[in-house]
């Protein structure tokens, strides 16, 4: 059954382009080694945007797919191929778990809820657990793949499970809004946290989506 909020996948992308323009060149300077990692996460979400936008007709999985392929066309961005293996598994997981855009936008917001007005905070459902489980999952499947572990099917990973709610627990240590611990604590916990300038740009990546979707609450 088509996804009746495609759209809003771009305007997610968008969001999240619009950060890393702004930080474009402080994250060039954060790259010690080649000096142009911000040039290449703008190449990459401005290919995500076109990508999505193209998708008028996809569910949620199939048009992560679709950015992950065009992702993978950026010759010369490496950041673009692990973004490509990361969307490649998050895909996976919400087409094997029947996850739609608007089970993630309603997971997302009740998550930024929760800070901003508890009492208003919806209480947990068989779907959000069902959000998570696919979000956990594909964690660990980008995380394999970039170890070189990948099975052909993943399960949900206790370990993964674990990592993430370290990961979160050092981010709240390290302060924020709900919104920049549970971007710290991903960025963190996937295979972006190998580089800093891979994990401060996949933070504020993430940061910035986590922000478009409690706007879209």
Not at 94 to 123: C, K, M, T, V, W
């Amino acid at each position: 059954m088509p996804d009746s909020r495609k759209t809003d996948l771009a305007a997610l992308f968008q969001a999240a382009l619009d950060c890393l323009i702004e930080q474009q060149q402080q994250l060039n300077r954060l790259d010690t080694f080649n000096g142009n990692h911000g040039d290449h996460m703008v190449e990459i979400f401005q290919s995500a945007v076109e990508a999505a936008r193209q998708d008028g007709e996809s569910d949620l999985a199939e048009a992560m797919q679709n950015a992950s392929l065009t992702l993978r066309g950026l010759t010369g961005n490496g950041s673009a191929r692990l973004y490509a293996h990361g969307l490649e598994q998050f895909a996976h997981q919400f087409r094997q778990h029947g996850i739609s855009l608007d089970d993630l936008l309603a997971y997302g917001q009740n998550l930024l809820r929760e800070e901003n007005d508890p009492e208003q905070s919806a209480p947990g459902s068989a779907r959000s657990g069902t959000v998570l489980k696919a979000l956990v999952a594909g964690l660990s499947g980008w995380s394999q793949s970039e170890s070189e572990r990948a099975r052909k099917v993943h399960s949900l990973n206790l370990g993964a499970l674990f990592e993430l709610g370290m990961a979160y627990l050092q981010a709240r240590g390290r302060g924020g809004s709900k919104a920049e611990i549970l971007a710290d604590a991903a960025a963190s916990a996937s295979p972006l946290g190998a580089l800093p300038h891979r994990y401060q740009s996949g933070k504020l990546a993430i940061q910035s989506l986590l922000q478009a979707i409690g706007q879209e609450g």
